[in-house]
Structure formats: C-alpha cells, structure tokens
T-cell receptor
Framework: AQSVTQPDIHITVSEGASLELRCNYS??????LFWYVQSPGQGLQLLLK??????LVQGIKGFEAEFKRSQSSFNLRKPSVHWSDAAEYFC????????????FGTGTQLKVEL | ETGVTQSPTHLIKTRGQQVTLRCSSQ?????VSWYQQALGQGPQFIFQ???????GRGNFPPRFSGLQFPNYSSELNVNALELDDSALYLC????????????FGPGTRLLVL
C-alpha cells in the first residue's frame, strides 16, 4: 500500500541543538514531496517542497530537506532549533503532479526545551 | 498570511444531524481541497473542486459532499453525522497546474456527540 511514514511521534530537543525529522514514503515512482508545520489552533504552513532537480531543498524559517531516492526518504533538518519551532510537523506526498491532493504522514510533535 | 478563511471555527452536532462547513479561498485561486484531520492524525484528503466540479476524491463515503461557487468559495456538507466524524476540517486553495503551492485555512473543529 502506498504510504507516508513518520517514525517519530514525539521528539524533544534543546534550543540551539540541531534537528532532523524523518520521513519515508512507499511509492513506485518519485512523488512530489512536502513538509508542513502546524502550530496549535493554526492551519498548515508549507515549509518546503521537492518536485525535481537538486535533492537538497531550502525552505522557510531555516529548514532544509534532502531527498534520497535510494532510501525513499525526505528528512527535514534544521541546524539550530528555536523555541518557536515547537509545533507538529507533517510530511506529505502527491502523486498527481499538481501538488494539491496530498497524502500526509501521521506527524511528529516537536518539543523544544529551553 | 494565507488568505484562506473558514467558518465556523468550532461546531457541536449530534449523531445523525447534517452539517455545512464553509471556506473562502485565497484571491485568484480556482481550486479548493478539503481534508479531515482526526485527533493525533495527519490530514486525510476528502475531495477537490475545480471550476465547480469535483476533481478527485479520497476514501470518503458519499455522505461527504461539496460545492464550489463561482466566486471560488466552497462548502463541505456531511450528512448523517457519525461520532467518528469528529475532527478538524481543513480547506486549502490553490491555482490549478503543476507545482502550485496549496494554502490552508485554520480549520473548523467539529465535535459530534
């Protein structure tokens, strides 16, 4: 079955530490890949997306993600986490090519310790 | 600021009732998608509307239906509400075409008792 897996339900990091959130997908072809962030009471905000080309993509708020075809992964990274980064992060894929019929993972809740 | 608005913000219904949720797309966007996000889960795609026609549907029963209006506002209707319909309902708008970013609204939280 086609799916998106985020293996870590909760992650806690100290402010200033580096962060990596994992995302794996199981599709035959390379889908369009996205990372969204959701703060309490807020809608989803797009952090970054990968369609093709350079496998390291830069996003907003200092986030980046690397697409690794051999591992079917699209992990999100940030070199130094800020307390305001505490939120839920969702990886998503789209096979339709339009970027607007998304299949989401179950999310990773990030807690930042001061 | 995404420009996508949803109403109401919260809603309580009882099992068997019907509900209508509303979404106003970002200016210039002609496509709207609806998602259901159960507690502790990622959003699930319900359906999408483009030019007032349904343009793709996820694994949801026919009692979930929608409308898109000429001004690109949209409604999600759910009939015969079940307890499991309790969730955050998100709408998202975009321009049709490849690689267009989808902008999400803040959602409507529905509680079915």
């Amino acid at each position: 079955a086609q799916s998106v897996t985020q293996p870590d339900i909760h992650i806690t990091v100290s402010e200033g530490a580096s962060l990596e959130l994992r995302c794996n997908y199981s599709y035959g072809a390379t889908p369009y890949l996205f990372w969204y962030v959701q703060s309490p009471g807020q809608g989803l905000q797009l952090l970054l997306k990968y369609f093709s080309g350079d496998t390291l993509v830069q996003g907003i708020k200092g986030f980046e993600a690397e697409f690794k075809r051999s591992q079917s992964s699209f992990n999100l990274r940030k070199p130094s986490v800020h307390w305001s980064d505490a939120a839920e992060y969702f990886c998503a894929v789209d096979l339709t090519g339009g970027g607007n019929k998304l299949t989401f993972g179950t999310g990773t809740q990030l807690k930042v310790e001061l | 600021e995404t420009g996508v608005t949803q109403s109401p913000t919260h809603l309580i219904k009882t099992r068997g009732q019907q509900v209508t949720l509303r979404c106003s797309s970002q200016s210039g966007h002609n496509t709207v998608s609806w998602y259901q996000q159960a507690l502790g889960q990622g959003p699930q795609f319900i359906f999408q509307y483009y030019r007032e026609e349904e343009n793709g549907r996820g694994n949801f029963p026919p009692r979930f239906s929608g409308l898109q209006f000429p001004n690109y506002s949209s409604e999600l209707n759910v009939n015969a509400l079940e307890l499991d319909d309790s969730a955050l309902y998100l709408c998202a708008s975009s321009l049709v075409g490849s690689q267009e970013t989808q902008y999400f609204g803040p959602g409507t939280r529905l509680l079915v008792l």
